[in-house]
């Protein structure tokens, strides 16, 4: 007997030893996962009787096999879906370390340790291109493709970039710089410190748009190492931390962001923190909607692009939160419609959404649709197909975004009908251009006036237009107005009121018209100038633009007017006319004899001018009409825009000022005569013969 307890003793004192050098032996990411998961979870409980014997990797593994029980599938429907050919493009690309970025195919170097270059920012440099590399959107596409083909050469290229990635990349140090982009008192930003690696943006999409997805889409891969899936579970839990602590507010990002954070909380539930990180993203998130959402519906920084990225995480963690089991309120649901109709009311008659402030020329076609099937909205589906199908819309064709200040005129919701965009609100709260009475045309199917577009992130935030990024945001790339040569300051950012119906607009049965005023002041010019711009658009025929300057001095004033990049201008007794396939587009002046007419196309220097950018990446020669004019204290002119077949005579006009009214007198094919307000009083007392 005491032989038999000797050894009993011996057996205890090794196992001892041996949990002990197994403790002692944990990886950082082991010990990390087992502080955070909760192992009072009743699946859990044989866990926490391991751990207390001191059996902390058979408690991992535990967790691991626990893992691959759970029913999590709806995750892989969070997933951004993407063609076939499209995911095996980026899946191949990817084995050859190659990515496509950014309008950028390159090869990512790697270092001297064998990994990728994390810091890189593409072959023509550009921090976006680094950003895009660390936010892994790009992974996704290695899953599906070993999911197509049972090819495992996939599968271990996604081990090898998402080990490689970790391995690189510890929570950053409370001594690295970049904690002084994320104090909000200090007001830096990631470009200024040259860090493309740990924006907190990249960390919402690894969080909400791969690594979850794709742990739990290869959780029964066996190839798909155990140290690998703690590793990404660790990761997981420090980086959800980490962004419940630095993440933005107030801004497009913060919805990508507390998308990220609620999905891990939502798709983890054994995290301790995993329900404090999940009501915490949708408490902010619902917070966010209400300060980020005019009531009627545009997102506050006022620019296109950012309306559907923040929409769509702004719907996307409603949709996460119902297939995690865990319902939100109908009111939250109901500012995410107001973005959709804002969405789908501004939308171009080509499907595309406005090329304004920081926007690339994508197609709303298919949320639109898919969101009108959602939320019943047929009127959305007849704005979307044209009227093929649907419900004709109540509101419109012409509508008003009053809070946004944005006025969309339209003749009609065929692909050929006239669209306007007006532009005479805030400056927006990111992203924006100096654009302010801004109006881009659109007709019998084609561009005819346009905004510049953005073309480049290079030197983020100038407004310089000797520099494309600075050209592309400044005036110089808009149809308004320079003064002595320079564009104009910047003004408030969002709306503190709307604007009011019958004073600053009116929509009617024959004509629609809005008016802004811009006076914030233009950059270097020391006196006070205003510029208030009137858009009248008669229904199915032609606008009327009048603007009315007034300064302490005398000055010079340029009115750009940019022209589809395929437009031919020439010049005619009568005015200006853009060609543009089988359309065209008369530009005229009633007072020509007082302007100076230059044509640039594809200027560089002293200025750039001349140039448009529909997709990020890209630019393209255009034609501008530059009309320039000295003036002592105060001008009037009014423009007569008038889109319509090449094959229909060109149209001469009169125009007469009376004290209250603008007179004009157009003919052509038929003869027409307006009368139109000129005071806020007046603005129903429109007349047209």
Same mark, same amino acid.
């Given at each position: 007997m005491?032989?038999?307890?000797?050894?009993?003793?011996? %057996?205890?004192?090794?196992?001892?030893i041996?949990?002990?050098?197994?403790?002692?032996?944990? $990886?950082s990411?082991?010990r990390?996962?087992?502080?955070?998961v909760?192992?009072?979870?009743?699946?859990?409980?044989?866990g926490?009787r391991?751990?207390?014997?001191?059996?902390?990797?058979?408690?991992?593994?535990l967790?691991? /096999?626990h893992?691959?029980?759970v029913?999590?599938?709806?995750?892989?429907s969070?997933?951004?879906?993407?063609?076939?050919?499209?995911?095996q493009?980026?899946?191949k690309?990817l084995l050859?370390?190659?990515v496509?970025?950014?309008?950028?195919?390159?090869?990512?170097?790697?270092?001297?340790?064998?990994?990728?270059?994390?810091?890189?920012?593409? +072959?023509?440099? *550009?921090?976006?291109f680094?950003?895009?590399?660390?936010?892994h959107?790009?992974?996704?596409?290695?899953?599906?493709?070993?999911q197509?083909?049972? *090819?495992?050469?996939?599968?271990l290229?996604?081990?090898?970039?998402?080990?490689?990635?970790?391995?690189?990349?510890?929570?950053p140090?409370?001594?690295?710089?970049?904690?002084?982009?994320?104090?909000? @008192?200090?007001?830096?930003?990631?470009?200024?410190?040259?860090?493309?690696?740990?924006?907190?943006?990249?960390?919402?999409?690894?969080?909400?748009?791969?690594?979850?997805?794709?742990?739990?889409?290869?959780?029964?891969?066996?190839?798909?190492?155990r140290?690998l899936?703690?590793?990404?579970?660790?990761?997981?839990?420090?980086?959800?931390?980490?962004?419940?602590?630095?993440?933005?507010?107030?801004?497009?990002? $913060?919805?990508m962001?507390?998308?990220?954070?609620?999905?891990?909380?939502?798709? &983890?539930?054994?995290?301790?923190?995993?329900? $404090?990180?999940?009501?915490? @993203?949708?408490?902010?998130?619902?917070?966010?909607?209400?300060q980020?959402?005019?009531?009627?519906?545009?997102?506050?920084?006022?620019?296109?692009?950012?309306?559907?990225v923040?929409?769509?995480?702004?719907?996307?963690?409603?949709?996460?939160?119902?297939?995690?089991g865990?319902?939100?309120? #109908?009111?939250?649901?109901s500012?995410?419609t107001?973005?959709?109709?804002?969405?789908?009311?501004?939308?171009r008659?080509?499907?595309?959404q406005?090329l304004?402030?920081?926007?690339?020329?994508?197609s709303?076609?298919?949320?639109?649709?898919?969101?009108?099937? $959602?939320?019943?909205?047929?009127?959305?589906?007849?704005?979307?197909?044209?009227?093929?199908?649907?419900?004709?819309?109540?509101?419109? +064709?012409?509508?008003?975004?009053?809070?946004a200040g944005v006025?969309?005129?339209?003749?009609?919701?065929?692909?050929?009908?006239?669209?306007?965009f /007006?532009?005479?609100?805030?400056?927006?709260?990111?992203?924006?251009h100096?654009?302010?009475?801004?109006?881009?045309? @659109?007709?019998?199917?084609?561009?005819l006036?346009?905004?510049?577009?953005?073309?480049t992130?290079?030197?983020?935030?100038? &407004?310089?237009?000797?520099?494309w990024?600075?050209?592309?945001?400044?005036?110089?790339?808009?149809?308004?107005?320079?003064?002595?040569?320079?564009?104009?300051?910047a003004?408030?950012t969002?709306?503190?009121?709307p604007?009011?119906?019958?004073?600053?607009?009116?929509?009617?049965d024959?004509?629609?018209?809005?008016?802004?005023?811009?006076?914030e002041?233009?950059?270097?010019?020391?006196?006070?100038?205003?510029?208030?711009?009137?858009?009248?658009?008669?229904?199915?025929?032609?606008v009327?633009?009048?603007?009315?300057?007034?300064?302490d001095? =005398?000055?010079?004033?340029?009115?750009l007017?940019h022209?589809? =990049?395929?437009?031919?201008l020439?010049?005619?007794?009568?005015?200006?006319? @853009?060609?543009?396939?089988?359309?065209k587009?008369?530009l005229?002046?009633?007072q020509?004899?007082? &302007?100076?007419?230059?044509?640039?196309s594809?200027?560089?220097?002293p200025?750039?001018?001349?140039?448009?950018?529909s997709t990020?990446g890209?630019k393209?020669v255009?034609s501008t009409?530059?009309?320039?004019?000295?003036?002592?204290?105060?001008?009037r002119?009014?423009?007569?825009? &008038? +889109?319509?077949?090449?094959s #229909?005579?060109?149209?001469?006009?009169? %125009?007469?000022?009376?004290?209250?009214?603008?007179?004009?007198?157009?003919?052509?094919?038929?003869s027409h005569?307006? %009368?139109?307000?000129?005071?806020?009083?007046d603005?129903?007392?429109?007349v047209i013969?």
């Amino acid at each position: 007997m005491r032989l038999l307890s000797l050894v009993g003793l011996a %057996v205890a004192y090794i196992g001892g030893i041996h949990f002990w050098f197994q403790e002692r032996m944990l $990886t950082s990411d082991e010990r990390y996962l087992v502080e955070s998961v909760d192992w009072s979870r009743p699946q859990l409980l044989e866990g926490r009787r391991l751990l207390a014997h001191g059996d902390s990797i058979g408690a991992l593994d535990l967790l691991l /096999f626990h893992h691959r029980r759970v029913d999590r599938d709806w995750l892989i429907s969070t997933m951004e879906s993407h063609s076939p050919a499209e995911v095996q493009t980026t899946a191949k690309d990817l084995l050859r370390d190659t990515v496509f970025l950014y309008n950028m195919r390159t090869e990512v170097p790697r270092t001297s340790e064998g990994g990728w270059q994390w810091d890189y920012t593409g +072959p023509i440099p *550009d921090d976006e291109f680094g950003y895009s590399l660390n936010g892994h959107k790009y992974l996704p596409a290695l899953y599906h493709q070993y999911q197509a083909s049972g *090819d495992s050469t996939y599968l271990l290229k996604l081990a090898e970039i998402l080990n490689d990635w970790i391995s690189a990349h510890p929570l950053p140090s409370m001594a690295d710089s970049v904690y002084l982009v994320y104090d909000p @008192a200090i007001a830096l930003d990631y470009r200024d410190l040259g860090e493309v690696e740990w924006r907190t943006l990249e960390m919402g999409h690894r969080l909400g748009t791969s690594w979850p997805q794709i742990y739990f889409g290869l959780v029964n891969a066996s190839s798909f190492g155990r140290d690998l899936r703690i590793r990404m579970l660790a990761n997981l839990a420090r980086q959800a931390d980490f962004l419940k602590t630095y993440h933005k507010r107030g801004h497009n990002w $913060t919805t990508m962001e507390m998308n990220g954070l609620a999905l891990v909380g939502l798709a &983890f539930p054994e995290f301790k923190r995993s329900q $404090t990180w999940a009501d915490y @993203a949708l408490q902010t998130m619902q917070q966010e909607i209400n300060q980020q959402v005019y009531p009627d519906g545009a997102q506050v920084e006022l620019a296109a692009k950012t309306q559907w990225v923040a929409l769509n995480r702004f719907e996307s963690i409603a949709d996460n939160f119902a297939k995690a089991g865990q319902e939100i309120d #109908t009111a939250y649901r109901s500012r995410i419609t107001e973005m959709y109709n804002y969405m789908a009311y501004s939308m171009r008659p080509d499907g595309y959404q406005p090329l304004n402030s920081d926007a690339d020329r994508e197609s709303l076609v298919d949320h639109i649709l898919q969101a009108a099937n $959602t939320y019943d909205r047929p009127d959305w589906t007849w704005i979307a197909t044209n009227g093929k199908e649907g419900t004709l819309p109540s509101l419109g +064709p012409s509508v008003i975004f009053p809070w946004a200040g944005v006025a969309l005129f339209r003749s009609g919701w065929s692909t050929i009908d006239q669209w306007i965009f /007006f532009d005479c609100g805030a400056y927006g709260t990111g992203h924006q251009h100096r654009d302010k009475l801004h109006l881009s045309l @659109a007709a019998y199917g084609h561009d005819l006036l346009v905004d510049g577009g953005r073309f480049t992130h290079e030197n983020y935030f100038s &407004f310089d237009p000797t520099e494309w990024r600075g050209y592309f945001r400044s005036s110089h790339s808009h149809n308004v107005m320079l003064v002595n040569g320079k564009g104009q300051n910047a003004y408030h950012t969002r709306a503190a009121t709307p604007l009011k119906k019958g004073i600053d607009y009116l929509v009617t049965d024959s004509y629609s018209v809005m008016r802004g005023s811009f006076e914030e002041g233009y950059e270097g010019v020391e006196f006070e100038v205003k510029h208030q711009r009137s858009v009248f658009h008669v229904l199915d025929q032609f606008v009327v633009v009048i603007d009315e300057v007034s300064s302490d001095e =005398p000055c010079s004033l340029d009115f750009l007017w940019h022209f589809n =990049p395929k437009a031919t201008l020439h010049e005619h007794e009568i005015g200006l006319v @853009a060609d543009v396939e089988k359309v065209k587009l008369q530009l005229l002046c009633s007072q020509p004899h007082q &302007f100076h007419l230059e044509q640039i196309s594809g200027q560089t220097e002293p200025t750039i001018q001349g140039w448009y950018s529909s997709t990020y990446g890209e630019k393209e020669v255009n034609s501008t009409a530059v009309y320039s004019r000295k003036m002592d204290h105060q001008a009037r002119q009014a423009w007569l825009l &008038f +889109p319509s077949l090449a094959s #229909t005579n060109l149209a001469s006009w009169t %125009v007469r000022f009376t004290s209250t009214h603008c007179i004009v007198h157009l003919e052509g094919e038929s003869s027409h005569q307006w %009368v139109l307000p000129l005071y806020e009083e007046d603005l129903a007392s429109g007349v047209i013969n």
